[in-house]
């Protein structure tokens, strides 16, 4: 097979995922070399004996050895009882600082294994010191390894800064996917860590919806007179909300005289049914605990609190579950009064609508949850 493109490919971690990527990539004209550490063989692929033959000529060395959990945290038996616990980044350590040893900076070092949001900057990075340090985890189902890595729904490349515009080696291996891939996919560029939360987050709303889809089952069966597969096509043709990108951008909580009262109400409903879970505990313990740190981050700001709006809606009066009522009740618990501007100095203004808009003095703290308010010294974006 003819190597059609000048751009060498190193691969550490020839397992489920690495072996089929990288004869991948051979097949479409890279040359590539890999190396594992238990024997491996493979007709497009040229093995290496070791870590430090693989380095030592590739431009672009990915790295995708296990990240493992604990036994027993596999998702196969009950594990909510049990000590919640992080993977296990052994291997992935070892690998780098190898990888670091044999490399120079004209080559980047490219971590594929899967590592929660924040191991990147505070176990590995430290660890590689000679050579850029990309992170570009796979969507990639067991199954379809191949086919999902050349048509991807989106290539993600997270660095130190995040910043494109001089991330060469980013740009590099974005230019290697527009080759490799016969989509041109979307590319996101970000930190480590938004990538990491990008790969683990995309994995774990699709859990999110299969719990839901399966709640909807368990109702069918407990409840009779009902099809779930009737109620979940008709909601999957509903992509004006549940399958586009509404509702994707963080800031107050869920409100208004459906949603809250829709979960609160279903909780009862998976007692009486006897479904043995709850769901909705869970997302209204979340929401309920979201409003009440919040809280307390308005609260590093000053004692005395306005909520430029009560209501859950821009533009009305409405305030049927109320999220900023529910904020109001967290800032009062921990301490705060809501200042009203007349009788009470205000020294925290909240950004209760994204549209909400304001007058004050440069002294006055304006708490934006939406991140969008003309950036100033007195104004705070919240999660950012
Ligand atoms: N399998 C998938 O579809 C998939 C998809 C996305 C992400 N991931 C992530 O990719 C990573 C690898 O997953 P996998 O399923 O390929 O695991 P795997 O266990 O099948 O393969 C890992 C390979 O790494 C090798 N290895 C271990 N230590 C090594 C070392 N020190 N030097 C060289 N090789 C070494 C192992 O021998 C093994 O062949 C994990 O973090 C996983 O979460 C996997």
């Not at 290496?48 to 590739?58: K, T």
């Not at 774990?204 to 299969?210: A, G």
């Not at 800031?251 to 809250?260: E, I, L, N, V």
Request: glycine content about 8%; aromatic content about 10%.
């Amino acid at each position: 097979m003819n190597i059609i493109y000048g751009i060498k490919i190193g691969f550490i971690g020839l397992g489920k995922l690495g072996m089929p990527c990288a004869e991948a990539i051979r097949k479409k004209g890279f040359d590539v070399a890999g190396y594992d550490i238990a024997h491996k063989s493979s007709d497009l692929v040229e093995i290496r004996d070791s870590i430090e033959d693989v380095c030592r000529d590739r431009d672009i060395v990915f790295v995708a050895t296990p990240t493992p959990h604990e036994e027993g945290y596999d998702g196969r038996e009950p594990t909510s009882h049990l000590p919640v616990k992080d993977f296990n980044y052994d291997a992935v350590k070892k690998v780098l600082t190898k990888c670091n040893k044999h490399m120079g900076v004209t080559q980047s070092l490219v971590l594929i294994s899967t590592v929660l949001p924040g191991t990147i900057r505070r176990e590995l990075a430290p660890l590689v010191t000679n050579v850029k340090l990309l992170y570009n985890p796979y969507l990639i189902a067991m199954g379809t390894v191949a086919e999902d890595m050349i048509n991807p729904e989106m290539i993600m490349i997270g660095t130190k800064k995040g910043v494109y515009k001089t991330a060469y080696k980013a740009q590099q291996l974005e230019a290697f996917y527009n080759q490799f891939c016969d989509n041109f996919p979307r590319v996101e560029f970000g930190t480590w860590e938004e990538i990491e939360a990008m790969k683990i987050f995309y994995n774990t709303f699709i859990s999110n919806k299969i719990a839901l889809v399966n709640m909807i089952q368990d109702v069918a069966q407990k409840l009779g007179n009902m099809d779930v597969d009737k109620v979940t096509q008709a909601l999957a043709k509903s992509t004006k909300r549940i399958v586009s990108p509404a509702y994707m951008k963080a800031g107050m909580g869920d409100g208004g005289a459906c949603h809250p009262r829709d979960n609160i109400a279903l909780r009862w409903l998976a007692k009486d049914l006897d479904l043995g879970y709850d769901m909705f505990e869970s997302i209204m313990t979340a929401r309920e605990q979201q409003a009440e740190s919040m809280a307390k981050a308005i609260l590093e700001h000053g004692n005395s609190v306005w909520f430029s709006s009560d209501s859950y809606k821009p533009g009305t009066q409405l305030v049927d579950g109320s999220y900023s009522l529910l904020l109001q009740h967290y800032v009062r618990k921990h301490g705060g009064t809501l200042a009203n501007g007349i009788d009470t100095p205000v020294e925290v203004i909240v950004r209760v609508h994204e549209s909400d808009h304001f007058t004050c003095d440069e002294n006055t703290i304006i708490f934006d949850p939406w991140r969008s308010y003309p950036k100033a010294e007195n104004v705070i974006y919240y999660g950012k």
